[in-house]
């Protein structure tokens, strides 16, 4: 739908940027040695680790007016064991979002495509672990001017090394449809986590995307930045919370020249047995 609406960046980034420091500053400290190894855990995209990542994106200077595009993703990432040797780890993105229109005013705002991931990954995994398997896009916008609304699917890859405090490795997935040429995109992303103390950690985990069936010149963006953030308790309930900026360094002429990701995981680790 076509809405003459606005919208709210600065109070979601308020509503982040205070979340962020009430865990950061009055989460339980007691828990530290939790908290440091969860961050390295939960830096490793393919851990056996339930979680329920809410991802605000504030895309900067969008357009010829210097608009901001909002994307919250919601993405649960669900592990399960399918044989002794093989996890497989279920990855989904639901993009919520607010494109505006390029102009003074108005904008669309809506759900975009489902972004389904699914990796069969080694169950026992050294300093090195990689998965494989599956990519969907599927088709669920409400309105057309929010991307493409085919259902696409693809390979995805990912492999990473864990070295004492770094996580250091990449993912991508390439995505095509077959009823037509709507979805033709490459996704790709490098990672790399230093774990500090106490659950803090400095990181950078930039999104590569193209759309091949844009013109010559207008198929990538590629964001260069840096983040970090924290791992905390509330209560019993671990939260991860994180901020990170980017300046698209290559991009498109209609599309945002900067991001603000400003991201709160929560997280579900195994029980111990016994």
């Not at 961050?39 to 007016?65: E, M, R, T, V």
């Not at 639901?94 to 389904?116: F, H, K, Q, R, V």
């Not at 996704?187 to 985990?205: A, P």
Request: proline share 7%; charged share 15%; net charge positive.
């Amino acid at each position: 739908m076509n809405r003459k609406l606005r919208t709210p960046p600065k109070r979601l980034i308020a509503i982040f940027l205070y979340i962020f420091v009430c865990y950061s500053l009055y989460g339980q400290d007691s828990k530290e040695e939790d908290a440091a190894a969860l961050a390295k855990q939960s830096a490793n995209p393919i851990a056996n680790l339930i979680s329920i990542p809410i991802q605000a994106n504030l895309n900067f200077g969008f357009g010829d007016y210097n608009r901001t595009r909002t994307v919250v993703n919601i993405q649960p990432v669900i592990p399960f064991r399918l044989s002794s040797k093989v996890n497989v780890i279920n990855r989904i993105i639901i993009p919520l979002m607010y494109l505006p229109d390029n102009a003074e005013s108005g904008g669309t705002s809506g759900i975009g495509n489902i972004n389904y991931s699914m990796f069969f990954v080694p169950s026992k995994a050294g300093k090195f672990t990689w998965g494989i398997g599956p990519a969907f896009n599927i088709p669920s916008l409400t309105d057309d001017k929010l991307g493409a609304n085919a259902f696409g699917i693809g390979p995805t890859a990912v492999g990473l090394l864990m070295l004492d405090k770094w996580v250091i490795g990449a993912t991508f997935n390439r995505l095509w449809s077959y009823n037509g040429s709507s979805v033709n995109s490459f996704f790709g992303q490098y990672f790399i986590t230093y774990n500090i103390k106490k659950g803090w950690y400095v990181n950078t985990n930039p999104n590569i995307v193209a759309n091949f069936n844009a013109p010559d010149g207008e198929q990538w963006t590629v964001p260069f930045g840096l983040g970090g953030g924290k791992v905390t308790h509330f209560g019993s309930q671990p939260v991860k919370l994180q901020a990170q900026y980017y300046y698209n360094a290559v991009r498109p002429t209609v599309s945002a020249k900067s991001t603000l990701m400003l991201t709160m995981v929560f997280l579900f680790p195994p029980k111990p047995k016994g």
